[in-house]
C-alpha cells in the first residue's frame, strides 16, 4: 500500500474521543434525562411496594399452603380451642361477679359438708370455712373454674359428633369439682395440722394438680369416649 492510499484512510477514519470524555458525556445525559423525567411520584412508589409485598405474599402462602392442607384438621381445632378460650376469658372479665358468688358458695358448703362427715366441726359464714381451730376463705380461684373452663373449650373444639361432645361435659364438669372438693378438703387439714406448708401446698401443688386432673380428663374422654375425627 502506498503512502498516498495510508494517508487517505487516516482521514475516513474519524478520531475517537478519550475514555474520560466518553464517560463525562453519558454522566451529562443521564442528568438530562433525570431533569426530564423528574422525581418518581408517592403513588408510584406507594404502587411498586405494593407490589413487592403481594409477590412475597404469594411466595410465602405457596410454601404453607401444603403444610395448612395436610393439618388443616389440627390447626382448625386450635383455632376453636382458642376461640372459646377468648369467650370464657370474656364472660369472666365481664360477669365475674354474678358468675363467682353462687360457686364461692357451692364450694365452701360442699367442704364444710365432708369435712363434718369426716369427723371435724366445720361451718360457713359468708365465703369463709371455720373450725375451733382454723379457717380458710374460699375465693374465686378455689372454685375449680379455671381448669373445667380449660376442659370444655378442649371438648368443644375436638372434632367429634355432638353427643360425645355433650357426654365430655357431662362427665368433665362433676369430676373436675369432686376432684376441687379434695383439694379443698386436703387444704382445710393441712392448714389446720401443718400451717406451714399451707401455702406451698396450695400454690407449688394443687394448682398444677388441677390444670394436670383437667387434661388427664381430657384425655381419657377423648380415648374412651369417642370415635375418632368426625367428618
Known amino acids: 500500500m502506498s503512502k498516498k492510499d495510508r494517508k487517505r484512510q ?7 474521543k478519550g475514555r474520560g470524555c466518553s464517560l463525562k458525556s453519558q454522566q451529562a445525559e443521564e442528568r438530562k434525562r433525570s431533569e426530564l423525567e423528574g422525581a418518581p411520584d408517592l403513588d408510584e412508589l406507594v404502587r411498586i411496594a405494593l407490589r413487592g409485598f403481594a409477590h412475597c405474599a404469594m411466595q410465602g402462602w405457596a410454601s404453607v399452603k401444603p403444610f395448612i392442607n395436610k393439618n388443616k384438621v389440627i390447626i382448625r381445632a386450635w383455632l376453636i380451642f382458642l376461640l372459646w378460650i377468648s369467650i370464657f376469658a370474656t364472660l369472666l372479665v365481664t360477669k365475674g361477679r354474678v358468675i363467682d358468688p353462687p360457686l364461692i358458695t357451692a364450694v365452701a358448703r360442699s367442704t364444710a359438708f365432708i369435712l363434718n362427715l369426716l369427723g371435724t366441726e366445720a361451718w360457713v359464714q359468708g365465703f369463709t370455712i371455720h373450725s375451733s381451730d382454723f379457717s380458710v376463705m374460699v375465693i374465686p380461684a378455689c372454685t375449680g373454674l379455671l381448669p373445667t373452663l380449660l376442659f370444655l373449650a378442649a371438648v368443644f373444639a375436638y372434632p367429634c359428633k355432638i353427643k360425645e361432645k355433650a357426654l365430655g361435659v357431662a362427665i368433665g364438669i362433676p369430676a373436675i369439682f369432686l376432684i376441687n372438693l379434695v383439694r379443698m378438703v386436703s387444704l382445710f387439714y393441712i392448714g389446720l395440722y401443718l400451717p406451714r406448708a399451707f401455702e ?29 375425627v368426625a367428618k
Not at 487516516?10 to 475517537?16: G, I, L
Not at 387434661?215 to 369416649?225: H, I, P, Q, T
Request: a positive charge; aromatic letters at 14%; zero cysteines.
Open 10 to 16: 487516516k482521514k475516513r477514519v474519524p478520531r475517537s
Open 200 to 228: 406451698q401446698v396450695h400454690l407449688l401443688v394443687w394448682q398444677p394438680l388441677m390444670v394436670f386432673a383437667a387434661v388427664a380428663l381430657w384425655l381419657l374422654w377423648v380415648g374412651r369416649f369417642t370415635r375418632g
